[in-house]
Every structure is written in C-alpha cells, then in structure tokens.
C-alpha cells in the first residue's frame, strides 16, 4: 500500500490537521502520482457524505378539516391543548365532531371561514361566469 502523504505541519504539535486539509493533501499526491487511484479511492468511500440541509418537518401540523383524516391517521391525532372548545365525545378526534365551550362566560373569537377553492387575491378579484344560453335538446 503506498503511504499517504501528510499536509503540512499544524500550528502546534497537539492541534491535529482537519478531514479537509488530509483530503487536500491525498488529492495533491494523487495528482503529482504519488499515491495511487485505488489508495485514493479508498480514503474518499471514507469521507463523510456532506449532509443536505433539508427542510425539518414540524412535529405536529394543524388541520383545517379534520373530517379529511383517514382512520388510520385517527390513532395519532389529538385536540389542541387548552383550547377553549372540546368534543362532547372525548374519544372522538375526527369526522363529525360536536364541541362543548369550556369557558363560556368568555367572549368568542370568531375567524372568517377559509376556502381552499380561493387561493390568494386573484380568486377574489375574478368575477363568476355568466350561465350558459337557454338551448333545448332532442334525443334523435
């Protein structure tokens, strides 16, 4: 096996050179021909695959319409907690929910009821299309 080459020596004997600059130093040699392909293809299966930064997904997500939940999904949903409004029924999470204020005394914070048809303002400036012409129709 041929040996690898060192990068030049750290700042001080206990500071160890970086995964970057060892690479650096093995890629040098290679390209000077002084280590060969299969040693250097070995070290690069061990360098460390660079990790994408994905998007983290949330650990919970609300649902607008949680009568859209399969019934598989219904084992690991649940209600908000300390929400002002809780089901009648404790077990029932989805479908068709009927809901208890529990602080009734309180005064409510109604929300406008969204529409997934209408996205952004465009939905809202286009006018609805006029009905089509009267025609009769004949079966022949």
Sequence with gaps: ???VPTPAPAASPSEKPSLSELLGAAEAAHSRGELATASYT???RLKPKEEEEEEAEPPFSILENPA?????QERVISMLPHSRYAPVAPERVSGII???DKSPS???ELLPASSLASTGSAAVDEEEPSPPAPFEWSAE
Excluded: D, F, G, I
Excluded at 68 to 72: G, I, T
């Design 1 to 3: 096996a041929t040996p």
């Design 42 to 44: 070995q070290l690069l």
């Design 68 to 72: 859209r939940v399969l019934r598989v």
């Design 98 to 100: 009927m809901l208890k």
């Design 106 to 108: 309180e005064q409510e």
